[in-house]
C-alpha cells in the first residue's frame, strides 16, 4: 500500500505565495514520477506539473510554467509545489499523484496510479 499526503494549503491573496507538500508513505519504492493536479469547482481535473524520479526531468501546464515549480526530496518521500505569484484563477483542490511505472512524467490522469485526497488552495482577488 502506498499513501499520499498533502499539506500546505490555504487562504491567500493574489500575489501571494503557498508551498504545497505531498508526503509519501508505505511501498514508496513503487513510486517513480510524481505529479500535481487540480479541481476548480464545477471543472475537471487538470494537470500542473510532473516531476521525474529522480528530479532531472520537470513538466508543467501553460497555464503555471513560470510561477509554479515542482521539485522532489527522495530522502524525504517528499514532493512539492512552490507556487509564486498565485491569481485567482489558480484556486482549486490541489492533488499529488504517484506513478507506479518508471517512464518520464506524464500530464494524463491515467499515468497516476496513486492519488492524496487533496487539499485547498484559495486565491483571493
Known amino acids: 500500500q502506498v499513501q499520499l499526503v498533502e499539506s500546505g494549503g490555504g487562504l491567500v491573496q493574489a500575489g501571494d505565495s503557498l508551498r504545497l507538500s505531498c508526503t509519501t508513505s508505505g511501498r514508496t519504492f513503487n513510486i517513480y514520477s510524481m505529479g500535481w493536479f487540480r479541481q476548480a469547482p464545477a471543472k475537471e481535473r487538470e494537470f500542473v506539473a510532473a516531476?521525474?524520479?529522480?528530479?532531472?526531468?520537470?513538466s508543467y501546464a501553460d497555464s503555471v510554467k513560470g510561477r509554479f515549480t515542482i521539485s522532489r526530496d527522495n530522502a524525504e518521500n517528499t514532493v512539492y509545489l512552490q507556487m509564486n505569484s498565485l491569481k485567482p484563477e489558480d484556486t482549486a483542490v490541489y492533488y499529488c499523484?504517484?506513478?507506479?511505472?518508471?517512464?518520464?512524467?506524464?500530464?494524463?490522469?491515467?499515468?497516476?496510479?496513486?492519488w492524496g485526497q487533496g487539499t485547498q488552495v484559495t486565491v483571493s482577488s
Open positions: 499523484a504517484g506513478d507506479s511505472r518508471l517512464r518520464a512524467p506524464g500530464r494524463a490522469e491515467d499515468n497516476y496510479d496513486y
Open positions: 516531476i521525474s524520479w529522480r528530479g532531472g526531468r520537470t
